[in-house]
T-cell receptor, first 110, second 115 residues
């Protein structure tokens, strides 16, 4: 069965430190993975998707099929990065067929 | 560009009652998905509507039903409410077949409390 695991509920780092938010998935097909972010008092929004191999707000994520991982990384965290981050797997069919992880709350301290 | 709007923002119901939640999709979007987000969990896919028909469903019982209207707005109906239905209900819209699968635009949600 398809599954997305985010092992950390909370990740706390200091400003300027590197950040890595972990995401592991279980899926027998060819995965399409996403990171969604929810800033305080804002709606859930797409941060980046693996297929476009882009860097958004300094964040990158590489799909590692061997380790079935899609970790989100940023070399130097900023206070405005504090938010809830969700990893999501699209498993085909209708566009909304996303499985979300439980999320990791990132707290960047000054 | 108008984003996804949902109503009501909060509501309280009792067990056994029925509830209707509403969603207006983002301008230009013709597909609406509904998600349930329980406390401390990620959103869970309920179903999706495209061209006024359900075209995808997650692991939710039939008492969860929906509608989509010609203007692409949508309703989520839940019958025979149970305590476990207490959650944030998120609506998300997308471009349909012209869009990127998995790329969704979310509303702020309707928080349902069942007593």
């Amino acid at each position: 069965a398809q599954r997305v695991t985010q092992p950390e509920k909370l990740l706390s780092v200091f400003k300027g430190a590197p950040v890595e938010l972990k995401c592991n998935y279980s899926y027998s097909g060819s995965p399409e993975l996403f990171w969604y972010v929810q800033y305080s008092r804002q709606r859930l929004q797409l941060l980046l998707r693996h297929i476009s191999r882009e860097s958004i707000k300094g964040f990158t994520a590489d799909l590692n099929k061997g380790e079935t991982s899609f970790h989100l990384k940023k070399p130097f965290a900023q206070e405005e990065d504090s938010a809830m981050y969700y990893c999501a797997l699209y498993y085909g069919g209708s566009q909304g067929n996303l499985i979300f992880g439980k999320g990791t709350k990132l707290s960047v301290k000054p | 560009e108008t984003g996804v709007t949902q109503s009501p923002t909060h509501l309280i119901k009792t067990r056994g009652q029925q509830v209707t939640l509403r969603c207006s999709s983002q301008s230009g979007h013709n597909t609406v998905s509904w998600y349930q987000q329980a406390l401390g969990q990620g959103p869970q896919f309920i179903f999706q509507y495209y061209r006024e028909e359900e075209n995808g469903r997650g692991n939710f019982p039939p008492r969860f039903s929906g509608l989509q209207f010609p203007n692409y707005s949508s309703e989520l109906n839940v019958n025979a409410l149970e305590l476990d239905d207490s959650a944030l209900y998120l609506c998300a819209s997308s471009f349909g077949v012209a869009g990127t699968p998995g790329e969704l635009f979310f509303g702020e949600g309707s928080r349902l409390t069942v007593l």
